[in-house]
């Protein structure tokens, strides 16, 4: 069985500083899909960025960067020079290759102060 | 954006009575989904949809039913209303490149509140 686990429940950051979001993905599965979602104060989920298990390289897309680590099962998300704009509930949600079905965490709520 | 319409955006039912929610894709997806959201549960899955009439239940699937006679609508059915259904639910598709999932795109969320 799968199980996602996103253990922050909340974080406060004030503006301009650097913020890391925790997932951890257990599965027996050898490939498999990690994605995260955002989901503003408005309620709309936004799709941010998709990690294959199998692709050794950690990223950088603007401010957001992640870190894959295999070995730990921990697919982390980093928020650079946070905004107030950041402020929001970030889910991962994981999907194995051989399913298309999307196990959502129970997110972790971020509060960016001005 | 993806193109997911969701309706009605807000109901307000009351107890016992069926309810059905739609959902209405533009995009050919051949995955679709149903999820409710609830405070300290994230989003759970209620039923999927692998194409035209193959459907299958999620991890929160007792007292829903679901329809999908066309590519692009998956209805969802409250058999029976209960409170415990007050829920923000989202419908949800995907598609797949290859042997790789791809992104789910979401619609904007129903509000049902069962009185």
């Known amino acids: 069985a799968q199980k996602v686990t996103q253990a922050q429940t909340e974080i406060s950051v004030v503006e301009k500083e650097d913020v890391t979001l925790d997932c951890v993905y257990e599965t027996r599965d050898t490939t498999y899909y990690l994605f995260w979602y955002k989901q503003p104060p408005s309620g709309e989920l936004v799709f941010l960025i998709r990690r294959n298990s199998f692709d050794e390289q950690n990223e950088i897309s603007g401010r957001y960067s992640w870190n894959f680590q295999k070995s730990t099962s921990s697919f982390n998300f980093t928020i650079t020079a946070s905004q107030v704009v950041d402020s929001a509930v970030y889910f991962c949600?994981?999907?194995?290759?051989?399913?298309?079905?999307?196990?959502f965490g129970t997110g972790t709520r971020l509060k960016v102060l001005a | 954006d993806a193109g997911i319409t969701q309706s009605p955006r807000h109901k307000v039912t009351e107890t016992g009575t069926p309810v059905t929610l739609r959902c209405h894709q533009t995009e050919n997806h051949r995955y679709m989904y149903w999820y409710r959201q609830d405070p300290g549960h994230g989003l759970r899955l209620i039923h999927y949809s692998y194409g035209v009439k193959d459907t299958d239940k999620g991890e929160v699937s007792d007292g829903y039913s679901v329809s999908r006679s066309k590519t692009e609508d998956f209805l969802l059915t409250l058999e029976s209303a209960t409170s415990s259904q007050t829920s923000v639910y989202f419908c949800a598709i995907s598609a797949r490149q290859g042997a790789e999932n791809t992104e789910a795109f979401f619609g904007q969320g129903t509000r049902l509140t069962v009185v």
């Open positions: 949600a994981p999907t194995g290759s051989g399913t298309y079905k999307y196990i």
